[in-house]
């Protein structure tokens, strides 16, 4: 089966560098997705990774670890339209395409 | 160009009514996938479809039911409501036919049907 653990809340302050830790279980990794999602809304594409590294992408960068199993989301610079929850996504080869995602992590971002 | 688009945006029912849910995907896709969030929680994949045929399933039961059309767009049908379909239901559309298939797939989502089973 499949098991993706983040944490559930985080806050930081406007300005700050804010990193959202992921681990993952599956028997067939294909990939992994962060998405972001605002209150009441559709989640929104941020990154992808499917070879260990870092990806960067302007104030946010995901890095993947696929031997620990482990990605983070890092967020730069942070501002106050940053508070939102940040989902992780996994792709596991015998479900296709289809994405199995965490529960989220919502964060709070303040002044 | 229009996103993925879903309807009705709410929608309010009983316990044993059936619903069914729209979906159109972005211009250009040809796969629609379906996922239930709870509140709080992540989305979890309900099935997909690619070429008018269910592809991939997820671990919901057979009152979850689900359509596609020629022209690619969807729906999710649900029977037998109980309180715990309460949900946000959200369909996201990529491309992944054999002709311009990107290289993860990205899937984009339609800003989802709110349903509430009383």
């Known amino acids: 089966g499949q098991n993706i653990d983040q944490p559930t809340e985080m806050t930081a302050t406007e300005g700050a560098i804010v990193q959202i830790n992921c681990t993952y279980q599956?028997?067939?990794?294909?990939?992994l997705f962060w998405y972001q999602q605002h209150a009441g809304e559709a989640p929104t594409f941020l990154s992808y990774?499917?070879?260990?590294g870092l990806e960067e992408k302007g104030r946010f960068s995901s890095f993947l670890s696929r031997s620990k199993g482990y990605s983070y989301l890092l967020l730069k610079e942070l501002q106050m339209k940053d508070s939102a929850s940040y989902l992780c996504?996994?792709?596991?080869?015998?479900?296709?395409?289809?994405?199995?995602f965490g529960k989220g992590t919502t964060l709070s971002v303040s002044s | 160009d229009a996103g993925v688009t879903q309807s009705p945006t709410h929608l309010i029912k009983t316990r044993g009514q059936q619903v069914t849910l729209r979906c159109s995907p972005k211009?250009?896709?040809?796969?629609v996938s379906w996922y239930q969030q709870a509140l709080g929680q992540g989305p979890q994949f309900i099935f997909q479809?690619?070429?008018?045929?269910?592809?991939q399933r997820g671990n919901f039961p057979d009152r979850f039911s689900g359509h596609q059309f020629p022209n690619y767009s969807s729906e999710l049908n649900v029977n037998a409501l109980l309180l715990g379909d309460s949900a946000l239901y959200l369909c996201?559309?990529?491309?992944?036919?054999?002709?311009?298939?990107?290289?993860?797939?990205?899937?984009?989502f339609g800003p989802g049907t709110r349903l509430t089973v009383l």
């Open positions: 599956t028997s067939g990794f294909n990939g």
């Open positions: 479809y690619y070429e008018e045929e269910e592809r």
């Open positions: 996201a559309s990529s491309l992944e036919g054999l002709a311009g298939r990107s290289s993860y797939n990205e899937q984009f």
């Open positions: 990774n499917v070879l260990d």
């Open positions: 211009s250009g896709h040809d796969t």
């Open positions: 996504a996994v792709r596991d080869n015998q479900a296709g395409t289809a994405l199995i």
